[in-house]
C-alpha cells in the first residue's frame, strides 16, 4: 500500500470526520477544531444542507494538510459535483462501480462502503483505494477477522454502530480505523462540544491501538 494515496492520512490518525449536518457558515470553524485535534480526513456527507458550499470553503483553507471530501455519493454525477468543489475523497455507503472508476478517473481517492467480501473484492478490482465497513455490526470483530482472509490488501474502516467502548475489539480485529458520526458531531453542537469529543475519541484510539 506504499503507492495509496490515503495512506499518509490515515498513518497520521486514522479517523474520519463524518460532518452530517453541517451548515456552511459554520463549517470551516468546526474542521479547524477537528484538525488541531488530529483528525487528517473529513468527510460533509452530501444529505447536508448546502454540501458542496461547505467543502469548497474547506477544500480553500485546509489545503494538502486535510483531505477533505464528500460521503454519501451515490452516483457518478455527485462525484463530478464534489470535484467541481474542490473535494478530493469521494466515500459511499455501497459498492458502485460507476462510481470507484469515475473517482479515479478524475483522479480522486475512493473509499467505497461493502458489506460482504464479494462487494470488498468488486469494490477493489474497480479501483477503490480504501474500504469501509458498513454498518460495521453487520460483520462485527469476529465476522471481520473470518473474513478478511480473503479480503484485498486495502485499508478497512469501521463505520455505523461502533461505540467509543468497542474500539479496542475492532482494532485487534485487524480494522485500520473508523468514520465518527454522532458521536463526534450532530447539527447544532458548539465548535467546543466538537473540540471535546474529537480529544477524546484521539485519547481513546491512541490508548488502544496495537
Avoid at 35 to 55: D, Q, T
Avoid at 105 to 132: H, N, Q, V, Y
Amino acid at each position: 500500500m506504499s503507492n495509496n494515496p490515503v495512506t499518509r492520512y490515515l498513518e497520521a490518525l486514522p479517523l474520519v470526520a463524518i460532518l452530517r449536518g453541517v451548515q456552511p457558515t459554520e463549517v470551516v470553524a468546526i474542521a479547524d477544531t477537528i484538525r488541531e485535534s488530529g483528525f487528517r480526513i473529513i468527510e460533509v456527507p452530501l444529505n447536508s444542507p448546502e454540501p458542496y458550499a461547505s467543502i469548497q470553503a474547506l477544500a480553500e483553507v485546509m489545503g494538502d494538510e486535510v483531505l477533505v471530501g464528500a460521503g454519501t455519493v451515490l452516483t457518478v454525477e455527485q462525484v463530478r459535483a464534489v470535484a467541481d468543489a474542490g473535494g478530493k475523497v469521494i466515500i459511499s455507503p455501497n459498492t458502485n462501480e460507476d462510481v470507484i472508476r469515475e473517482t479515479k478517473r478524475l483522479g480522486l481517492i475512493s473509499m467505497p462502503g461493502f458489506c460482504t467480501p464479494t462487494e470488498a473484492l468488486a469494490a477493489a478490482a474497480a479501483g477503490a483505494d480504501a474500504l469501509k465497513l458498513f454498518p460495521a455490526t453487520a460483520l462485527g470483530p469476529e465476522g471481520f477477522k473470518v473474513a478478511s482472509a480473503v479480503f484485498p490488501d486495502l485499508p478497512v474502516l469501521a463505520v455505523g454502530g461502533v461505540s467509543p467502548q468497542d474500539m479496542p475489539e475492532y482494532l485487534a480485529a485487524g480494522f485500520s480505523g473508523f468514520g465518527l458520526g454522532s458521536g463526534l458531531y450532530r447539527a447544532g453542537m458548539t465548535v467546543e462540544q466538537v473540540r471535546e469529543n474529537a480529544d477524546a475519541y484521539v485519547n481513546l484510539y491512541r490508548e488502544n491501538q496495537p
